[in-house]
């Protein structure tokens, strides 16, 4: 029993100090894997756009990947805005890259409509103002598209709601002029 108590320390032993030896040379290995700087991931800050009863804008950030395509921040944007204004409701997004802009198509489903949005003047002015302002993002710096337009089901959306009229097409560099009092 001894000789075998003896043999089974001295496996112990052995491992234990075959796992100490391999856990050194890994953590000199740690240590010059942790020199080397792996960049960041960088993001952007994007604006997603609101406007209260009174007029008054109201603006939140959202962030995404500095590397994600115009085309991909649009559609996060758009999942940001039908998330936080419009009940889930659905909206394309695409890029006509020949003319660089944005076509949107607000698309209704059986269980989401954009019409009862347009609603109303102030009900109208809130949805193209949060729609326009949020797309063309006339704030950000980085490269972005110079105007969008708006579809609804598919056809433009400048002659289809009743107690509001949309534009043809939004030009980024007049945002102000579409939204002044």
Same mark, same amino acid.
């Given at each position: 029993?001894?000789?075998?108590?003896?043999?089974?320390?001295?496996?112990?032993?052995?491992?234990? !100090?075959?796992?100490?030896?391999?856990?050194?040379?890994?953590?000199?290995?740690?240590?010059?894997?942790?020199?080397?700087?792996?960049?960041?991931?960088? *993001?952007?800050?994007?604006?997603?756009?609101?406007?209260? %009863? /009174? !007029?008054? %804008?109201?603006?939140?950030?959202?962030?995404?990947?500095?590397?994600?395509?115009?085309?991909?921040? $649009? !559609?996060?944007?758009?999942?940001?805005? *039908?998330?936080?204004?419009?009940?889930? #409701?659905?909206?394309?997004?695409?890029?006509? %890259?020949?003319?660089?802009?944005?076509?949107? /198509?607000?698309?209704?489903?059986?269980?989401?409509?954009?019409? *009862?949005?347009?609603?109303?003047?102030?009900?109208?002015?809130?949805?193209?103002?949060?729609?326009?302002?949020? $797309?063309?993002?006339?704030?950000?710096?980085?490269?972005?598209?110079? *105007?969008? %337009?708006?579809?609804? #089901?598919?056809?433009?959306?400048?002659?289809?709601?009743?107690?509001?009229? !949309?534009?043809?097409?939004?030009?980024?560099?007049?945002?102000?002029?579409?939204?002044?009092?």
């Amino acid at each position: 029993m001894k000789k075998f108590l003896a043999i089974l320390l001295t496996v112990v032993l052995s491992f234990s !100090l075959y796992s100490c030896d391999n856990k050194k040379q890994g953590d000199s290995a740690n240590t010059q894997q942790e020199t080397v700087k792996t960049p960041e991931p960088v *993001s952007v800050e994007l604006s997603v756009y609101d406007i209260d %009863e /009174n !007029l008054k %804008e109201e603006v939140s950030e959202i962030q995404i990947s500095a590397d994600a395509s115009i085309q991909e921040k $649009m !559609l996060y944007l758009a999942s940001a805005l *039908s998330g936080k204004f419009f009940n889930g #409701n659905t909206i394309e997004v695409g890029v006509k %890259e020949e003319t660089n802009t944005g076509a949107i /198509n607000l698309k209704d489903t059986p269980d989401h409509e954009w019409h *009862s949005y347009f609603q109303g003047s102030q009900g109208g002015y809130a949805t193209e103002y949060k729609l326009i302002k949020t $797309m063309l993002q006339p704030d950000f710096e980085g490269d972005w598209i110079d *105007s969008i %337009e708006i579809h609804y #089901n598919g056809e433009p959306a400048f002659e289809k709601f009743e107690h509001f009229c !949309l534009y043809e097409k939004y030009e980024r560099s007049e945002i102000d002029s579409y939204f002044s009092e």
